[in-house]
């Protein structure tokens, strides 16, 4: 199956700086990587995601690469703000065609955006 | 509805009871997932419906757990003779189509505590 890992666990930066999490996977077929949000006590919420087709998707202050070949992909958030502060998650769904349809989930970044 | 609704958030059980959770989907959407998320820990993979039919187990760790989802809507993750390892959040998704390169839009969750 999918194995998925994340770096860092934790990660502090200053307002209005950068941060980037980054992700690697095992099954080399696999095509769509989203990442997920999650405060403290709420849900995990979908903030943007890939598909293998593109290297890179944009939204906003939030940008999402892919390398293929490496099998990674990273998130980055720009100019960074407190409301940024939270879990972030990355997965993986299982290898297109098979009968599995779950994500497989990093173990997590706890961003903490400094004022 | 406009998302994914879970019953009851929080529930307290002794050990030993029988508990189910409740997984209300956003109307329309075909498959619907069960996860389990550990403190710290990123979201694990329990069991997968698509519509009615429960597709892949794979995830439950014991017999003690059981899902169903007898519409293909409302979904019910029914622990039995539950156990203090059993206490985690548990989380249901749901997504529109039964692909794995799909989003997974995800309910608050159940926090489960057994005494």
């Known amino acids: 199956g999918e194995n998925v890992e994340q770096h860092p666990s934790t990660l502090s930066v200053q307002e209005g700086d950068s941060a980037v999490i980054k992700c690697t996977y095992s099954d080399s077929a696999s095509n769509y990587f989203p990442w997920y949000k999650q405060e403290l006590g709420k849900r995990p919420q979908l903030i943007i995601d890939i598909r293998s087709n593109v290297g890179e998707k944009k939204d906003q202050r939030i940008a999402v690469t892919l390398n293929k070949t490496a099998k990674h992909f990273s998130l980055h958030i720009t100019e960074t703000q407190p409301e940024d502060s939270a879990v972030y998650f990355c997965a993986a769904p299982p290898e297109p065609g098979g009968s599995a349809r779950q994500l497989t989930f990093g173990s997590g970044t706890q961003l903490t955006v400094l004022p | 509805g406009a998302g994914v609704s879970q019953s009851p958030r929080y529930k307290v059980a002794k050990r030993g009871q029988d508990v189910a959770l409740r997984c209300d989907p956003i109307s329309g959407h075909v498959s619907l997932f069960w996860y389990q998320q550990a403190l710290g820990q990123g979201p694990e993979f329990l069991t997968y419906?698509?519509?009615?039919?429960?597709?892949?187990k794979s995830g439950l760790p014991s017999d003690r757990f059981f899902a169903e989802r007898p519409e293909g809507s409302v979904s019910t993750l029914k622990i039995q003779r539950t156990q203090q390892e059993d206490s985690a959040v548990y989380l249901c998704a749901s997504s529109l189509v039964g692909l794995s390169n799909q989003p997974q839009h995800f309910g608050d969750g159940t926090r489960l505590s057994i005494l």
């Open positions: 419906f698509q519509n009615e039919a429960q597709l892949d």
